[in-house]
């Protein structure tokens, strides 16, 4: 099984350009994540869905959009790109909705904005 | 709100010393709290959890953790490090009964030299 599959691996944009990063997960788990990794700040949540068609609001949630397609995938979009969004974003999926569960980690996407 | 503090930004150690990371966090009720890890290039890979009974959890490649509940900390050990245990390290818990999110620590890049 592949897991949490993330696309692009690599992005550079132009400030104010879109782009849209995508996720998917072949665990049939119910709770998926965003989250983004910066240097000396750790992970820091983004949006997560817990259960497919919901989505919430994490610490650092301006700027992004996101969409649950479908129990399997769940995208990420920036609308106006800006160099501080320059960051490794980090997919992840667990299996229930309750906090004891353990998150499942893509391989990330690294985002450069010039 | 709840946070994550890790005590140590970047620790260098030579292989067969001691190990031990400390972490501390803040939420009022019950949590649940986890160690992950990322080697160099690879994605975050759980290392151990704790959700309840034994304070004292193991976990892979001979890392352990204890929870003690009175100090809010969750510090990672291990008895004698070696040289692919070079990483970054990161506690992160969440609050028993919210979704699976997580809240994370800022990691603790260890080096370990031959």
């Known amino acids: 099984n592949a897991g949490v599959t993330q696309t692009p691996k690599f992005q550079v944009l132009k400030t104010g350009q879109s782009m849209t990063l995508q996720c998917a997960q072949d665990m049939n788990h119910n709770s998926m994540y965003w989250y983004r990794q910066d240097p000396g700040m750790g992970l820091r949540l983004i949006y997560y869905s817990a259960s497919e068609g919901t989505t919430d609001k994490g610490e650092v949630p301006n700027g992004y959009n996101v969409s649950r397609l479908n129990k399997r995938e769940f995208s990420l979009r920036l609308e106006s790109a800006a160099p501080s969004q320059t960051s490794v974003y980090f997919c992840?999926?667990?299996?229930?909705?309750?906090?004891?569960?353990?998150?499942?980690f893509g391989a990330g996407s690294r985002l450069t904005v010039l | 709100a709840q946070s994550v503090s890790q005590h140590n930004h970047h620790v260098i150690l030579s292989e067969a010393a001691s190990l031990e990371l400390g972490c501390n966090y803040s939420?009022?009720?019950?949590?649940?709290l986890f160690w992950y890890v990322q080697y160099p290039g690879q994605h975050l890979q759980l290392l151990l959890k704790?959700?309840?009974?034994?304070?004292l959890v193991k976990g892979i490649k001979g890392f352990e953790a204890e929870f003690i509940k009175s100090k809010f900390s969750f510090n990672l050990r291990k008895p004698s490090v070696q040289w692919s245990d070079t990483a970054e390290y990161f506690c992160?818990?969440?609050?028993?009964?919210?979704?699976?999110?997580?809240?994370f620590g800022q990691g603790t890049t260890l080096q370990v030299k031959p």
């Open positions: 939420y009022g009720g019950t949590v649940n």
């Open positions: 992160a818990v969440n609050g028993s009964g919210n979704t699976g999110k997580l809240i």
């Open positions: 992840a999926s667990s299996e229930g909705v309750t906090g004891a569960n353990v998150l499942t």
């Open positions: 704790y959700f309840s009974g034994d304070p």
